[in-house]
């Protein structure tokens, strides 16, 4: 009962204090503060639940006995993370977007190609990651090649097709002044069509940071050697060491978020002058 009633102070003392934040003037800190308040709180409640009501840790452990994993795992948990994240998350991201950026710019230069490549983007696309993944496993082998290559199919269109609309979002005015200028193709690309597209260009790689993790992990069930983040979560459920399995979902969430915010910085630095970057 002391556990429970833990967990019910902690929702009503987290609850007060975010309030009281939603009640203070918008700032930077007020921002920050909010989601960390909030997500002590989701972590208190769940250990006051846990161990209130006794749920067997094979079910759901307990917050402090992931955390204990996390500290006692470092170094493989660092194996795994280089494996998955660094080998095959950020090399098929790198990949997949820069081809799908630069197939991009050929659609946009000749307009035929919109109409032979988009559909058939559309159609890999719609393709289950689930079904794609063993037979890109048997195609590059069984290291981060083949995770790299799932990761290219997944974020591969949805940064086509982001950029491609981006580069369509300058207006007729805008580009008759440039003609008016005597400006040829790629001088207009350059000066105009490019900068008004980086907020496109940014959103698809900000679905990309996401699609690229998840591409990565699910392709590591499916054949991989004994390391990686999707080979540790699969081969630990079997052995019921669930306290292993949150430790790698805690690290692949970290590293989803910190690449997301990495990219969100770099949205807000280029493209400042957009209405959604100011206050």
Not at 142 to 161: E, H, I
Not at 222 to 227: E, L, M, Q, T
């Amino acid at each position: 009962m002391i556990w429970l009633g833990f967990a019910v102070v902690a929702w009503i003392v987290g609850m007060a204090v975010n309030m009281a934040l939603a009640r203070r003037p918008a700032g930077r800190g007020a921002a920050l503060a909010a989601p960390l308040v909030f997500g002590l709180t989701l972590i208190a409640v769940w250990e006051g639940v846990v161990r209130g009501l006794q749920i067997n840790q094979v079910l759901l452990p307990a917050p402090s006995a992931i955390a204990a994993r996390l500290v006692n795992s470092v170094d493989l948990l660092w194996v795994d993370f280089v494996q998955t994240v660094l080998k095959g998350a950020l090399s098929g991201y790198v990949i997949g977007c820069g081809a799908a950026f630069l197939i991009a710019l050929a659609i946009d230069r000749f307009p035929f190609l919109q109409r032979g490549l988009l559909p058939v983007g559309n159609f890999v696309a719609a393709l289950p990651v689930i079904g794609m993944a063993p037979i890109l496993v048997m195609w590059f082998g069984f290291d981060w090649q083949s995770k790299a290559a799932v990761v290219v199919v997944m974020v591969f269109f949805p940064m086509l097709v982001n950029t491609v609309q981006g580069l369509q979002a300058s207006d007729a005015m805008q580009r008759d002044l440039m003609r008016t200028y005597a400006a040829g193709y790629w001088r207009t690309l350059l000066k105009l069509r490019l900068p008004a597209a980086m907020p496109f260009i940014f959103n698809g790689l900000k679905i990309g940071t996401t699609l690229a993790l998840i591409g990565a992990i699910v392709a590591e069930f499916f054949g991989s050697p004994v390391k990686g983040m999707g080979f540790r979560i699969s081969t630990s459920v079997g052995q019921l060491a669930l306290d292993l399995v949150w430790a790698e979902i805690v690290v692949a969430a970290l590293a989803g978020s910190a690449f997301y915010g990495l990219m969100a910085m770099a949205e807000k630095t280029v493209t400042f002058w957009h209405p959604s970057q100011r206050k």
